[in-house]
């Protein structure tokens, strides 16, 4: 007998930033596979070009875009846009991060602080804040922050970028009520060590992996597509009592604030 079940969000309309590759890549290809008609964007418009053609060559409903995250004007664009194009913004992936330092936290600079909270704080939430109204109007909506395990535990050479990985896990609980009262949820997912090129200093070299794997249990570094499925469970109905919370993706690391 022939079943015909729908995909868990056909339907939807998904902004996810940062997604020309890695994470943000692999969660894009996630939701559309799952039914959403999904937006993805980046700095630079020939990374938007490649992984747009990649992601429509697989057959998925997949536009491009480019928003540098930290500007203003990059992200009403972003939000205006897909509203011409898919007329609504049901979930929002805000994944878009820097980290212009890496050593000593005595060592980091006003510059670097300044640099690292716009990016990874301050744009994800004036963002979120841009498409909050439009979720409102259907009474519906998902929210997705991608922190970081460094949130919970600190990365002892990435001082500043782990703290502001902290204030995401704050800004999921501050929003939370607001959220709520507009009918949106609004979650975490906080990665461990996943191999990307922003990872590949901590994955690349032999030496250095065996001593990061010393922290993860599992004893392997985590792929894209093992983010991707947790976000794809956060923004469907199989998550409808969940907000506020942060999922650790981590293979087991130390999570605890
Ligand atoms: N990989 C890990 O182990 C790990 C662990 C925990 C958390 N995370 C978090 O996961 C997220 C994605 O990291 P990833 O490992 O997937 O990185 P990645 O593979 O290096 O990809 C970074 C993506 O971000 C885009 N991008 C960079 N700066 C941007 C900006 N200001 N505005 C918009 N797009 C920007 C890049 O494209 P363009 O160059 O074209 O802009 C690229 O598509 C980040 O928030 C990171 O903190 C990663």
Known sequence: MATSLALPL???????????QGIGLAISRRLAKDGARVVISSRKQG????????????????????????NAEDRKTLVTKTLER??????????AAANPAMGNIFDTTEEQWTKIFDT??????????????????????NIVFVTSIGGYQPFELL???????????????AMAPQCAEMGIRVNGVAPGVIR?????PLHTSTSIAEEVLKQVPVKRFGEPVEVAGTVSYLVSDDASYVTGETIVIAGGMQSRL
Not at 159 to 173: D, E, H, N, P
């Open 10 to 20: 056909a339907g939807k309309v998904a902004i996810v930033t940062a997604s020309t």
């Open 47 to 70: 990374n938007v070009d490649k992984a747009q053609k990649q992601l429509q060559d697989e057959g998925l409903d997949v536009t491009g875009m480019v928003c540098h995250v930290g």
């Open 86 to 95: 898919n007329g609504s913004i049901d979930i929002l992936i805000s994944n």
């Open 120 to 141: 990874n704080v301050k744009s994800a939430f004036f963002l979120a804040k841009e498409v909050a109204p439009h979720m409102q109007k259907k009474g519906n909506g």
């Open 159 to 173: 001082g500043c970028y782990s703290v502001s990985k902290t204030a995401l896990l704050g800004l999921v609980k």
């Open 196 to 200: 990307t090129k922003f990872s590949a």
